[in-house]
């Protein structure tokens, strides 16, 4: 089936840093969406894009819709604490089931 | 509101054991879905159902029987489970099973078999 790619798997950055991430795909997608998920609980959605280079901000994050439609991108501004979780991508185009990401994996150390 | 509310948390099963997952939500979703989550693999969808009366399969359908007889309920029958099976399940909800929503999950159901 499908399988969409997310880079970096994990990432350690300092409280106050800016995180960047993405997800890229073999299909073109008409829509993207950006999760977070705690421990213990289940993704939560953050950000969702409907349009090719549509840009979509949520407080501190932002998220973009990839021109080539096949990515995205999420952006987190100074980071805190409680952005620590897995952050997954989704994809999915007219008609279809979204398809998920591996996620990426963020630690804030203080 | 509850949202999309899973039981149990946690269950310990032994090979060849049958169990239900259940899954309901109380907003009215005509669609919902089940989902496994395994260590660097995502989230990989399992059955999912677009009304009551209706479901279809996803990418791992195999050793799992869903049926929806309401809107608000989804549960998932493990018929013989194998240690293969354990992971951690999540239910999803949407309005509707197109793509202008995105999905509503519960807090999931982390199951072992032994």
């Known amino acids: 089936g499908q399988q969409l790619n997310q880079s970096p798997q994990s990432m350690f950055i300092q409280e106050g840093e800016d995180v960047s991430m993405n997800c890229t795909s073999s299909?073109?997608?008409?829509?993207w969406l950006w999760y977070k998920q705690d421990p213990g609980e289940g993704p939560v959605l953050l950000i969702a894009?409907?349009?090719?280079?549509e840009l979509t901000s949520n407080g501190r994050l932002t998220a973009q819709f990839g021109i080539t439609r096949k990515d995205s991108f999420l952006n987190i501004s100074a980071s805190i604490p409680s952005d620590v979780g897995i952050y997954f991508c989704?994809?999915?185009?007219?008609?279809?089931?979204?398809?998920f990401g591996p996620g990426t994996r963020l630690s804030v150390l203080p | 509101n509850a949202g999309v509310t899973q039981t149990p948390k946690f269950q310990v099963l032994k090979t060849g054991q049958s169990m239900t997952l259940q899954c309901a939500q109380d907003?009215?979703?005509?669609?919902m879905s089940w989902y496994r989550q395994d260590p660097g693999m995502g989230l990989r969808l399992i059955h999912y159902?677009?009304?009551?009366?209706?479901?279809d399969q996803g990418e791992v359908p195999n050793g799992y029987n869903v049926s929806r007889s309401t809107t608000e309920d989804f549960p998932l029958r493990l018929l013989s489970a194998a240690p293969s099976q354990t992971s951690v399940y999540f239910c999803?909800?949407?309005?509707?099973?197109?793509?202008?929503?995105?999905?509503?999950f519960g807090s999931g159901t982390r199951l072992t078999v032994v």
């Open positions: 989704a994809g999915a185009y007219y008609g279809q089931n979204f398809v």
């Open positions: 907003m009215n979703h005509e669609y």
């Open positions: 894009l409907y349009k090719a280079g």
């Open positions: 159902s677009v009304g009551a009366g209706i479901t």
């Open positions: 299909s073109i997608f008409n829509t």
């Open positions: 999803a909800s949407s309005p509707t099973g197109g793509t202008s929503a995105g999905y509503t």
